[in-house]
């Protein structure tokens, strides 16, 4: 056939790529086969640009009980026979279109991964980042992605548990729409994807195929944004009632042990879900796509291979335990169709009743080129780092009116009025929910709790790649660790613009680099993830934002502490550092230097070993029983963190500690590596002395009382008032 350009655009392949395949097949590939192609070669599939990367990453944990990329999610043994199956996934580019439709069908298809490795989704969290809410189209972006996570999320029964929310230019017209499931399991029950068996039957479970999201994989998530493309009809539909029952059906057909293989149909739909299963089990397939139920008149081939459409999973049968099956999902009212088997010989054949239309050998299919391209940093990447302290003016209004202005920022506003949108108490498991550093669930008929967090800073991996990346691992951990809990693996998702960029490419690099060291430091092994690449617009790419979830154990749920003062009489210390060195690099990327100065400037810095020792003495001091209250030390700094905690803990606060000669850098520089806590006086000297055995730099800062929160005769503020500002600033923002 005769491909041109604009054939080869729609399914995102390069002519290069197209003769790759004409080498492969030592022949020209039919519409359908082609489809194929550049669905499983997409970025998005095939993960072209970051898989020689990739394989930085350690998984050396004796918990991993999965293998990276393997299958659907990554699985961690918690004890007790069970296991822990989470992971985080993009929605970015569907959002940008439409974001209602964009951001449910993210959380609909995250929940089909946990839900493929024969565990029940118990948590879904989420990691958003839009343009200014000045703009009214960020606004509509804002407004319809939260709706959609709430609509769907809500109707399934997972509860939404925690999060985080950014706002910056960079993100104008490109949202990050990450969504992360956490998933629970019998550790002898986790399922797999791999086909292994000849003649085993494939069972189509759930929606009818439509011919939304066709091209989703290859067109939408694997080229940049243009303005006369019309992407809409490549954005998938969601319906999570069908979602619901699909889940109990799923997990009761798992449960008879019948159940050879599962596979979630997501992008590149029946192509990827088939195909995939089979390269795992080493075998082929043969599918009569006349079998696949449709739910639109006149659908050809080409589509019904594509389509995206959600709610729909593959499982693979022996023969004679399909009636068992079926009728599992006939109780459940969800439809179940046979469409085809396994074969011995790795071929994908795809026919239509007697017609083959499709008939392709499995490892060139499956098998993307890799490309390993040459990164440098732009001019413009390396002016920015340089930040000189004498060229940031002390704001005029002074300490008081600075921290009412950040407690303001929608950065670090309060996201009640985003996450009560969300039900975080559905299946009655959440200990700890939205608003602290980490979300606490119990794992019933156990002592234990798991804490999960997601975390990222686009800022500081725009200045720094490889100091950013182990930046973000490290406060996901430390979240972690402040809730009480042992951090034990990561997920990441790594939203970044055009790879072909070298400045892009090497920000990619260079922030997998970082993650993968700050992991190994502090031994928690990547076991899932997903690539985001090609997010910009106009010839601009969003800030690289690696996104990174995280999982901790708590071994009794008693332990699970909260980020708010605990009540009165407490004495509070800073763990990780003092407070009257002045270091230019605590100001590098800060909300302080963004939010009143207007500018993303500096050079960021992590002792990532320094950041060990300070988890290490948290977590010891919370076992011990002696510490009320932990909080990291991030965005805003030492007085926006003392005032949260003053805020949620409804308890006043007054400090008397040592300010440098600059002010804004002690109280708003974003140093890493720094806790506040909150204890009973009478624990203070031992807690001292665990931080001075571990060589942890430990400052006391003052203690709660009252109703005013006092900061060294600089700030003194009724609770009420900046409550206030912290409460008011993101819904002022977002009208």
């Given at each position: 056939?005769?491909?041109?350009?604009?054939?080869?655009?729609?399914?995102?392949?390069?002519?290069?790529?197209?003769?790759?395949?004409?080498?492969?097949?030592?022949?020209?590939?039919?519409?359908?086969?082609?489809?194929?192609?550049?669905?499983?070669?997409?970025?998005?599939?095939?993960?072209?640009?970051?898989?020689?990367?990739l394989?930085?990453?350690?998984?050396?944990?004796?918990?991993?009980?999965s293998?990276?990329?393997?299958?659907?999610a990554?699985?961690v043994?918690?004890?007790?026979?069970?296991?822990?199956?989470?992971?985080?996934?993009?929605?970015?580019?569907?959002?940008?279109?439409?974001?209602?439709?964009?951001?449910?069908?993210?959380?609909?298809?995250?929940?089909?991964?946990?839900?493929?490795?024969?565990?029940r989704?118990i948590?879904?969290?989420?990691?958003?980042?839009?343009?200014?809410?000045?703009?009214?189209?960020?606004?509509?972006l804002?407004?319809?992605?939260?709706?959609?996570?709430?609509?769907?999320g809500?109707?399934?029964?997972?509860?939404d548990?925690?999060?985080?929310?950014?706002?910056?230019?960079?993100y104008?017209?490109?949202?990050?729409?990450?969504?992360?499931?956490?998933?629970?399991?019998?550790?002898?029950?986790?399922?797999?994807?791999?086909?292994?068996?000849?003649?085993?039957?494939?069972?189509?479970?759930?929606?009818?195929?439509?011919?939304?999201?066709?091209?989703?994989?290859?067109?939408?998530?694997?080229?940049?944004?243009?303005?006369?493309?019309?992407?809409?009809?490549?954005?998938?539909?969601?319906?999570?009632?069908?979602?619901?029952?699909?889940?109990?059906a799923?997990?009761?057909?798992?449960?008879?042990?019948?159940?050879?293989?599962?596979?979630d149909?997501?992008?590149?739909?029946?192509?990827?879900?088939?195909?995939?299963?089979?390269?795992?089990?080493?075998?082929?397939?043969?599918?009569?796509?006349?079998?696949?139920?449709?739910?639109?008149?006149?659908?050809?081939?080409?589509?019904?291979?594509?389509?995206?459409?959600?709610?729909?999973m593959?499982?693979?049968?022996?023969?004679?335990?399909?009636?068992?099956?079926?009728?599992?999902?006939?109780?459940?009212?969800?439809?179940?169709?046979?469409?085809?088997?396994?074969?011995?010989?790795?071929?994908?054949?795809?026919?239509?009743?007697?017609?083959?239309?499709?008939?392709?050998?499995?490892?060139?299919?499956?098998?993307?080129?890799?490309?390993?391209?040459?990164?440098?940093?732009?001019e413009?990447?390396?002016?920015?780092?340089?930040?000189?302290?004498?060229?940031?003016?002390?704001?005029?209004?002074?300490?008081?009116?600075?921290?009412?202005?950040?407690?303001?920022?929608?950065?670090?506003?309060?996201?009640?009025?985003?996450?009560?949108?969300?039900?975080?108490?559905?299946?009655?498991?959440?200990?700890?929910?939205?608003?602290?550093?980490?979300?606490?669930?119990?794992?019933?008929?156990?002592?234990?709790?798991?804490?999960?967090?997601?975390?990222?800073?686009?800022r500081?991996?725009?200045?720094?790649?490889?100091?950013?990346?182990?930046?973000?691992?490290?406060?996901?951990?430390?979240?972690?660790?402040?809730?009480?809990?042992?951090?034990l693996?990561?997920?990441?998702?790594?939203?970044?613009?055009?790879?072909?960029?070298?400045?892009?490419?090497?920000?990619?690099?260079?922030?997998?680099?970082?993650?993968?060291?700050?992991?190994?430091?502090?031994?928690?092994?990547?076991?899932?993830?997903?690539?985001?690449?090609?997010?910009?617009?106009?010839?601009?790419?969003?800030?690289?934002?690696?996104?990174?979830?995280?999982?901790?154990?708590?071994?009794?749920?008693?332990?699970?502490?909260?980020?708010?003062?605990?009540?009165?009489?407490?004495?509070?210390?800073?763990?990780?550092?003092?407070?009257?060195?002045?270091?230019?690099?605590?100001?590098?990327?800060?909300?302080?230097?963004?939010?009143?100065?207007?500018?993303?400037?500096?050079?960021?810095?992590?002792?990532?070993?320094?950041?060990?020792?300070?988890?290490?003495?948290?977590?010891?001091?919370?076992?011990?029983?002696?510490?009320?209250?932990?909080?990291d030390?991030?965005?805003?700094?030492?007085?926006?963190?003392?005032?949260?905690?003053?805020?949620?803990?409804?308890?006043?606060?007054?400090?008397?500690?040592?300010?440098?000669?600059?002010?804004?850098?002690?109280?708003?520089?974003?140093?890493?590596?720094?806790?506040?806590?909150?204890?009973?006086?009478?624990?203070?000297?031992?807690?001292?002395?665990?931080?001075?055995?571990?060589?942890?730099?430990?400052?006391?800062?003052?203690?709660?009382?009252?109703?005013?929160?006092?900061?060294?005769?600089?700030?003194?503020?009724?609770?009420?008032?900046?409550?206030?500002?912290?409460?008011?600033?993101?819904?002022?923002?977002?009208?």
């Amino acid at each position: 056939m005769a491909v041109t350009k604009e054939t080869l655009d729609e399914i995102a392949l390069s002519r290069a790529e197209y003769d790759l395949i004409l080498e492969r097949l030592d022949r020209e590939p039919n519409s359908v086969e082609l489809g194929m192609f550049g669905a499983l070669w997409s970025e998005h599939c095939g993960y072209k640009h970051s898989r020689p990367l990739l394989g930085l990453f350690s998984q050396q944990s004796s918990r991993v009980l999965s293998q990276t990329g393997a299958e659907n999610a990554g699985a961690v043994d918690i004890g007790d026979g069970l296991a822990v199956v989470f992971k985080v996934e993009s929605h970015n580019h569907p959002s940008a279109v439409e974001p209602l439709q964009g951001a449910a069908t993210g959380v609909g298809g995250i929940v089909r991964d946990i839900l493929a490795m024969g565990a029940r989704p118990i948590a879904l969290l989420n990691s958003l980042r839009f343009g200014p809410l000045d703009d009214p189209q960020n606004r509509h972006l804002f407004h319809g992605v939260v709706g959609g996570i709430s609509w769907y999320g809500n109707c399934i029964g997972v509860p939404d548990v925690a999060g985080e929310i950014c706002f910056d230019e960079s993100y104008s017209q490109n949202p990050l729409v990450n969504a992360m499931c956490v998933g629970l399991v019998r550790t002898d029950s986790i399922a797999t994807s791999a086909a292994t068996e000849v003649d085993n039957v494939m069972l189509l479970v759930g929606a009818g195929t439509g011919r939304d999201g066709i091209h989703g994989a290859s067109g939408l998530a694997s080229r940049t944004f243009e303005e006369d493309v019309e992407l809409r009809p490549t954005v998938q539909v969601g319906n999570p009632f069908l979602e619901k029952v699909l889940i109990e059906a799923c997990l009761e057909a798992l449960d008879t042990g019948l159940v050879n293989a599962i596979q979630d149909l997501g992008a590149a739909g029946l192509t990827s879900a088939a195909v995939e299963s089979a390269a795992s089990g080493g075998r082929g397939i043969h599918l009569d796509i006349s079998q696949v139920h449709q739910r639109e008149q006149g659908m050809t081939p080409y589509e019904v291979m594509l389509s995206e459409s959600q709610e729909r999973m593959l499982l693979v049968v022996a023969p004679e335990n399909v009636p068992a099956i079926k009728a599992v999902f006939d109780k459940w009212d969800v439809v179940c169709r046979e469409i085809g088997h396994i074969i011995a010989e790795q071929t994908a054949q795809v026919a239509v009743g007697s017609d083959l239309v499709a008939d392709l050998p499995i490892g060139p299919l499956s098998e993307a080129p890799q490309y390993r391209l040459e990164g440098k940093p732009s001019e413009e990447d390396i002016r920015r780092r340089h930040l000189d302290l004498d060229s940031v003016p002390l704001p005029p209004d002074g300490p008081q009116e600075t921290l009412l202005r950040l407690l303001g920022s929608p950065n670090i506003a309060n996201k009640e009025s985003v996450y009560r949108q969300y039900d975080h108490q559905v299946q009655t498991n959440t200990v700890v929910g939205p608003g602290s550093d980490a979300a606490v669930l119990r794992v019933k008929g156990t002592k234990k709790a798991i804490a999960v967090t997601i975390d990222g800073n686009g800022r500081l991996c725009q200045l720094d790649p490889y100091q950013g990346g182990q930046i973000v691992v490290a406060e996901v951990c430390r979240n972690l660790s402040c809730s009480g809990a042992l951090p034990l693996a990561v997920t990441d998702c790594l939203n970044f613009g055009s790879p072909e960029r070298p400045e892009v490419y090497h920000q990619l690099e260079q922030c997998i680099r970082g993650i993968a060291e700050a992991c190994r430091v502090l031994e928690v092994p990547v076991v899932s993830g997903n690539v985001s690449l090609y997010n910009e617009s106009r010839g601009k790419a969003i800030f690289p934002t690696p996104v990174v979830g995280g999982l901790g154990l708590l071994e009794d749920a008693s332990w699970a502490t909260r980020s708010a003062f605990a009540g009165e009489g407490l004495v509070v210390g800073l763990l990780g550092a003092d407070t009257d060195g002045v270091e230019v690099n605590d100001l590098a990327g800060s909300e302080y230097l963004k939010h009143i100065h207007g500018r993303v400037e500096g050079s960021p810095k992590i002792d990532i070993d320094l950041e060990k020792r300070v988890q290490q003495v948290c977590r010891g001091a919370i076992e011990k029983g002696m510490i009320a209250s932990a909080h990291d030390c991030s965005e805003g700094g030492l007085a926006v963190t003392l005032a949260e905690c003053s805020i949620q803990g409804g308890v006043g606060f007054t400090g008397e500690f040592s300010v440098a000669s600059r002010w804004d850098v002690t109280l708003f520089g974003e140093r890493q590596s720094r806790i506040v806590v909150g204890l009973p006086e009478d624990g203070w000297v031992a807690l001292v002395g665990l931080a001075s055995g571990a060589r942890v730099p430990i400052v006391k800062l003052g203690y709660t009382s009252g109703d005013r929160f006092r900061l060294n005769g600089q700030v003194d503020l009724p609770i009420s008032q900046i409550k206030d500002a912290w409460n008011n600033g993101l819904e002022a923002a977002s009208g």
